[in-house]
């Protein structure tokens, strides 16, 4: 499979083995996925600052309550429900967006190495080297799958 770091670095070499496998839509997939992984990330950052501002706000809580400043702990108290709704959302986006790239990226192949031939069968294949003598079967002989 391939990772997102090397189609977001290496785009235009993962095109071209693509299109060297003949892969419908590359290009689209490629673009799909990286909007999609863009929009996951900022999904994510928006998170990270939505937990980060809850957890400050806690920390406040407790110094307002130890100097017995309840009324304005209460009113902080709320704050921190709507950001833990707000933080469950956006966790559940990050989820499903991480699910939706996942299967995206195990639609797209791999990339051929840069030695392979492009084709489009095992006809336009070459043939790098041979080891051994190639046996020859008698024209009764059995495939090994009925053996």
């Known amino acids: ?3 997102l770091s090397q ?3 290496q785009k235009d070499l993962v ?3 693509l299109a060297k496998k003949h892969v419908k839509q590359a290009e689209e997939q490629v673009e799909t996925i990286l ?3 863009q ?3 900022d999904t994510q950052r928006e998170l990270d600052l939505l937990l980060a501002e809850s ?3 806690s ?3 407790g110094n307002l309550m130890k100097s017995g400043k309840k009324e304005e702990a209460e009113n902080l108290k709320h704050k921190t429900g709507v950001l833990k709704e707000k933080s469950k959302e956006l966790q559940d986006k990050l989820t499903q967006s991480e699910t939706d790239l996942q299967q995206l990226l ?3 192949p791999n990339l051929p190495h840069t030695s392979v031939p492009e084709g489009r069968s095992a006809e336009d294949n070459k043939e790098v080297f041979t080891w051994g003598q190639i046996p020859h079967l008698p024209a009764d002989a059995v495939p090994h799958w009925d053996l």
Do not use: P
């Open 7 to 9: 189609l977001r670095e």
């Open 59 to 61: 920390k406040e809580i």
């Open 106 to 108: 195990v639609k797209l």
């Open 55 to 57: 957890n400050s706000i």
């Open 1 to 3: 499979m391939l990772q």
């Open 39 to 41: 929009f996951r990330r």
């Open 35 to 37: 909007s999609m992984d």
């Open 15 to 17: 095109l071209a083995g």
